[in-house]
Protein backbone atom coordinates (compact mmCIF):
# COMPACT_ATOMS: atom_id res chain seq x y z
CA UNK A 1 0.00 0.00 0.00
CA UNK A 2 1.02 3.78 -0.64
CA UNK A 3 -0.70 6.47 1.73
CA UNK A 4 -0.48 10.08 -0.87
CA UNK A 5 -0.33 13.51 0.94
CA UNK A 6 -1.17 16.69 -1.22
CA UNK A 7 0.10 19.98 -0.51
CA UNK A 8 0.64 23.54 -2.10
CA UNK A 9 -2.52 24.70 -2.98
CA UNK A 10 -4.09 28.03 -2.09
CA UNK A 11 -5.12 30.84 -3.74
CA UNK A 12 -3.52 32.75 -7.14
CA UNK A 13 -4.49 35.27 -8.89
CA UNK A 14 -5.22 33.83 -12.74
CA UNK A 15 -2.56 33.82 -14.66
CA UNK A 16 -0.13 33.00 -11.89
CA UNK A 17 1.60 29.64 -10.62
CA UNK A 18 1.49 27.05 -8.52
CA UNK A 19 3.14 23.61 -7.65
CA UNK A 20 1.49 20.96 -6.09
CA UNK A 21 3.14 18.06 -4.33
CA UNK A 22 2.04 14.43 -3.53
CA UNK A 23 4.64 12.69 -0.85
CA UNK A 24 4.25 9.10 -0.63
CA UNK A 25 4.45 6.74 1.87
CA UNK A 26 6.50 3.53 1.75
CA UNK A 27 9.85 2.32 -0.55
CA UNK A 28 8.24 1.37 -3.59
CA UNK A 29 7.17 4.59 -4.96
CA UNK A 30 8.75 3.58 -8.27
CA UNK A 31 6.76 0.85 -8.28
CA UNK A 32 3.63 3.06 -8.89
CA UNK A 33 2.48 5.15 -11.97
CA UNK A 34 1.60 8.95 -10.73
CA UNK A 35 -1.92 10.71 -11.66
CA UNK A 36 -3.44 14.10 -10.70
CA UNK A 37 -7.09 14.78 -10.95
CA UNK A 38 -8.89 17.49 -9.89
CA UNK A 39 -13.30 18.11 -8.87
CA UNK A 40 -14.15 21.12 -8.93
CA UNK A 41 -17.55 22.31 -7.46
CA UNK A 42 -21.23 20.20 -8.71
CA UNK A 43 -18.71 18.98 -11.46
CA UNK A 44 -17.39 15.13 -11.70
CA UNK A 45 -13.75 14.37 -11.24
CA UNK A 46 -11.47 14.75 -14.36
CA UNK A 47 -8.07 13.68 -15.13
CA UNK A 48 -5.17 16.42 -14.97
CA UNK A 49 -2.11 14.19 -15.61
CA UNK A 50 -0.02 11.23 -15.16
CA UNK A 51 3.23 10.17 -15.22
CA UNK A 52 4.71 6.62 -15.36
CA UNK A 53 7.07 5.25 -12.81
CA UNK A 54 10.04 6.46 -14.41
CA UNK A 55 8.75 9.57 -15.85
CA UNK A 56 9.52 8.70 -19.32
CA UNK A 57 5.84 8.84 -20.54
CA UNK A 58 3.81 11.87 -19.92
CA UNK A 59 0.19 12.35 -20.33
CA UNK A 60 -2.20 15.42 -20.26
CA UNK A 61 -5.94 16.47 -20.51
CA UNK A 62 -6.14 18.60 -23.21
CA UNK A 63 -7.40 21.55 -20.81
CA UNK A 64 -3.94 22.01 -19.76
CA UNK A 65 -1.21 21.02 -22.53
CA UNK A 66 1.22 23.68 -22.15
CA UNK A 67 0.34 24.85 -19.08
CA UNK A 68 0.84 22.20 -16.31
CA UNK A 69 3.58 19.92 -16.13
CA UNK A 70 4.04 16.69 -14.11
CA UNK A 71 7.36 15.56 -12.98
CA UNK A 72 8.68 12.73 -9.72
CA UNK A 73 11.55 12.27 -7.56
CA UNK A 74 11.84 8.90 -6.75
CA UNK A 75 14.45 9.33 -4.63
CA UNK A 76 12.09 11.75 -2.88
CA UNK A 77 9.04 9.85 -3.11
CA UNK A 78 7.19 12.69 -4.70
CA UNK A 79 5.38 13.96 -7.83
CA UNK A 80 5.16 17.32 -8.61
CA UNK A 81 2.48 18.91 -10.84
CA UNK A 82 3.83 22.05 -12.37
CA UNK A 83 0.75 24.81 -12.95
CA UNK A 84 1.18 28.07 -15.29
CA UNK A 85 -1.12 30.64 -16.44
CA UNK A 86 -3.98 29.00 -14.25
CA UNK A 87 -7.42 30.50 -15.23
CA UNK A 88 -10.63 30.47 -13.05
CA UNK A 89 -11.76 27.09 -14.68
CA UNK A 90 -8.72 25.20 -12.93
CA UNK A 91 -10.34 26.06 -9.75
CA UNK A 92 -10.92 22.49 -7.92
CA UNK A 93 -9.70 20.03 -5.35
CA UNK A 94 -6.70 18.60 -6.68
CA UNK A 95 -6.01 14.92 -5.70
CA UNK A 96 -2.86 12.68 -6.11
CA UNK A 97 -3.15 9.05 -6.63
CA UNK A 98 -1.10 6.13 -7.81
CA UNK A 99 -1.62 2.82 -10.15
CA UNK A 100 0.45 0.04 -10.58
CA UNK A 101 -2.20 -1.25 -13.39
CA UNK A 102 -1.15 0.81 -16.49
CA UNK A 103 1.32 2.94 -17.89
CA UNK A 104 0.39 7.22 -16.91
CA UNK A 105 -3.31 6.15 -16.78
CA UNK A 106 -5.91 8.69 -17.68
CA UNK A 107 -8.58 7.00 -15.99
CA UNK A 108 -9.63 7.08 -12.34
CA UNK A 109 -10.82 3.87 -12.21
CA UNK A 110 -6.86 2.72 -13.07
CA UNK A 111 -6.20 4.08 -9.28
CA UNK A 112 -5.85 2.32 -6.39
CA UNK A 113 -4.58 4.87 -4.28
CA UNK A 114 -5.53 8.28 -3.58
CA UNK A 115 -4.59 11.73 -1.33
CA UNK A 116 -7.11 13.58 0.49
CA UNK A 117 -6.85 16.67 -2.55
CA UNK A 118 -5.77 20.29 -2.16
CA UNK A 119 -8.02 23.47 -2.78
CA UNK A 120 -6.88 25.72 -5.70
CA UNK A 121 -8.35 28.83 -6.25
CA UNK A 122 -7.82 31.08 -9.69
CA UNK A 123 -9.08 34.08 -9.34
CA UNK A 124 -10.12 36.93 -11.71
Not at 48 to 56: K, P
Amino acid sequence: QVQLVESGGGLVQAGGSLRLSCAASGRTFSTYNMGWFRQAPGKEREFVAAISRYGRITNYADSVKGRFTITRDNAKNVVYLQMNTLKPEDTAIYYCAASSSAVAPMSGSQYAYWGQGTQVTVSL
